[in-house]
Each structure stands twice: as C-alpha cells, then as structure tokens.
C-alpha cells in the first residue's frame, strides 16, 4: 500500500452535521482547551455573519466561501 500525499490546496471538510450541533456537543467537555477553541469558533462564525451581514467583503470568492461556511452553521 502506498501513501499519497495530499495536497492542503486540494482539501475539503465534509460535515454531515450542521456546525452548530457539532459546537454543542463540544461544549460537553471540560478540557480548558477544547473549552477555548469552542469559544474563538463562535466567535469567528459571529464574525462571519458580521462581515457578511455589513458587505465588507467585495470578492466574491471570499463572499461565496463565507456564505459557504454560514450555511453550514
């Protein structure tokens, strides 16, 4: 068996579970770690809708990869 090598250009995240859900269920633990993650990433997704809700952003690859990420939430 051969490995190959992924390319981080290439890479996708397949979520079958909405973010939200997944920020909840990492909210059960009590690993300060965890815990502060969980917070930076509710606070980049509030900053996600802000960016997006004040039309900041004029690409539209950067719109589209944030309404991408928000529909996910």
Same mark, same amino acid.
């Given at each position: 068996?051969?490995?190959?090598?992924?390319?981080?250009?290439?890479?996708?995240?397949?979520? *079958?579970?909405?973010?939200?859900?997944?920020?909840? *269920?990492?909210?059960?633990?009590?690993?300060?770690?965890?815990? *502060?993650?969980?917070?930076?990433?509710?606070?980049?997704?509030?900053?996600?809708?802000?960016?997006? *809700?004040?039309?900041?952003?004029?690409?539209?690859?950067?719109?589209?990869?944030?309404?991408?990420?928000?529909?996910?939430?």
């Amino acid at each position: 068996m051969t490995k190959q090598q992924s390319n981080y250009q290439q890479l996708s995240l397949c979520i *079958d579970k909405p973010i939200s859900t997944l920020i909840k *269920d990492l909210k059960v633990s009590r690993h300060p770690v965890v815990i *502060d993650a969980t917070n930076k990433l509710e606070e980049a997704i509030r900053l996600l809708q802000y960016i997006q *809700d004040a039309g900041v952003v004029k690409s539209t690859k950067t719109k589209t990869a944030i309404y991408e990420l928000l529909t996910k939430v």
